[in-house]
């Protein structure tokens, strides 16, 4: 038999003052963990294990209380060519940071894995929305903000869209938690 090793989990752009988790991986492995990670998106901070199971909770949840939940919102970012382009859907949440209360975040995790997909800092940030209407099809609401999501690219506008019914309340959660109301 071979003796699994762990691994300790890369430090990420973001730290929420949690011990870092470890993944356990066999010596048997074709596919060694530095090969594994190096093929994985750079947003993607979550145990790999975690990428298994369709309900996860993140460990760092723990110190975080949750102010405002969505069940389904999409997330856009603007491509090279400076075109919206839509990257995932899934369980919003407006997180405050149990230890320091003017810590903020939103946390958005996909529908079909429970893989967090943004994860930014919402301090300090202004909200606006903006309404789409074609003739003929409805509404569709959006929310503009922007935020650092990794340090190597720097602040990105990034747009939200949610339901009709759900619009209002999240831009006003959203502006209060970012400090706008």
């Known amino acids: 038999g071979t003796t699994p090793t762990t691994a300790e989990k890369p430090a990420s752009g ?5 011990t870092p988790t470890t993944a356990v991986t066999s010596n048997t492995n074709s596919v060694n963990k530095q090969e594994k990670s ?3 998106p750079d947003n993607d901070t979550e145990n790999e294990n975690d990428m298994k199971s369709t309900v996860t909770k993140a460990d760092d949840d723990v110190d975080w209380d949750t102010a405002y939940e969505s069940k389904k919102i999409r997330y856009y970012l603007h491509n090279e060519k ?3 382009k839509s990257f995932d859907k ?6 405050t940071q149990k230890a320091d209360a003017k810590n903020k975040r939103l946390l958005l995790r996909d529908e079909s894995m429970g893989k967090v997909r943004l994860n930014v800092m919402i301090n300090d ?5 903006k309404l789409s209407s074609t003739a003929g ?3 569709r609401y959006f929310i503009l903000f922007n935020a650092l999501r990794t340090e190597e690219k720097g602040m990105e506008q990034i747009m939200l ?3 009709g019914e759900d619009h209002a309340d999240l831009l006003d959660k959203l502006n209060e938690m970012g400090g706008n109301k």
């Open 125 to 129: 940030t202004k909200f606006t929305k």
């Open 38 to 40: 190096s093929i994985l």
């Open 161 to 163: 869209q949610c339901k």
């Open 137 to 139: 099809k409805p509404t």
């Open 82 to 84: 400076k075109e919206w």
């Open 90 to 95: 899934g369980p919003m949440k407006l997180q």
């Open 14 to 18: 973001f730290s929420f003052g949690t």
